[in-house]
């Protein structure tokens, strides 16, 4: 079962930054936080993730919080093409079939022009 | 990056039939793959874990002998529906793992196999 709850649906201006919350309250010790967004009816694509420390790539910045029970996305400048699902994973690691990712219902990210 | 693929990309069969859907990992290998599907404005949903050599490890609820899953090598994972019905009409995915990258968990996904069954 999925440990994450997002809110359903969320809009943001073109050229703005986008802030996708995600709560993980019963995240574990070593259970990383990883960030997919699908766009219609294509695979999901990895944007980021992390453990504690806040992460920065080319797409998104991952802010965690200190108690490590939720976590922000940040999309600097969002563009029409940012369009899509967005998932927040805490990847569950099971002893003998290695690192499943259960998907919650994401949030579906809106960029108006 | 690693990029993975699916084949074929759609496909549509006669209620009873068998299909077969092919996962590779192109520019890596994997140890371990992932079988998910995704029904219309749901989210995607794990149904087995795919280890080379080994078999699979499925979800509760998930029939084994329904999705038939072979990891024969380090580039190729296959799910197999067998005896096709409608109610498996679904967007199929795969993932998988870099071997080189095992210990940051990240996954690649596929683009996906719409099925469906008439």
């Known amino acids: 079962d999925a440990k994450t709850t997002q809110p359903p649906s969320m809009d943001c201006a073109e050229g703005r930054a986008a802030n996708l919350p995600c709560n993980h309250s019963t995240i574990s010790g070593n259970e990383y936080v990883y960030w997919y967004r699908q766009i219609h009816s294509q695979g999901p694509q990895y944007i980021i993730h992390g453990l504690k420390n806040n992460e920065t790539n080319e797409m998104a910045s991952l802010i965690i919080t200190e108690d490590r029970k939720s976590s922000t996305l940040i999309l600097p400048h969002a563009t029409l093409r940012d369009t899509a699902v967005y998932y927040c994973?805490?990847?569950?690691?099971?002893?003998?079939?290695?690192?499943?990712?259960?998907f919650g219902t994401g949030t579906s990210l809106t960029v108006i022009p | 990056g690693a990029v993975v693929s699916q084949h074929p990309s759609w496909v549509i069969c006669k209620s009873g039939t068998s299909v077969k859907i092919e996962c590779r990992s192109l520019d890596f290998q994997a140890t371990t793959m992932f079988w998910y599907r995704q029904f219309p404005k749901q989210s995607l949903m794990l149904m087995a874990t795919?280890?080379?050599?080994?078999?699979?490890?499925?979800e509760q609820g998930v029939e084994k002998d329904k999705f038939l899953i072979n990891h024969a090598s380090l580039t190729l994972s296959t799910l197999t529906v067998t005896s096709a019905h409608p109610e498996d009409s679904s967007f199929y995915i795969c993932s998988a793992r870099d071997i080189g990258t095992s210990g940051s968990g990240e996954q690649f996904f596929g683009p996906g196999t719409r099925l469906t069954v008439l």
């Open positions: 994973i805490v990847r569950v690691r099971q002893i003998n079939t290695g690192n499943q990712f259960y």
């Open positions: 795919s280890n080379e050599g080994s078999k699979a490890t499925y």
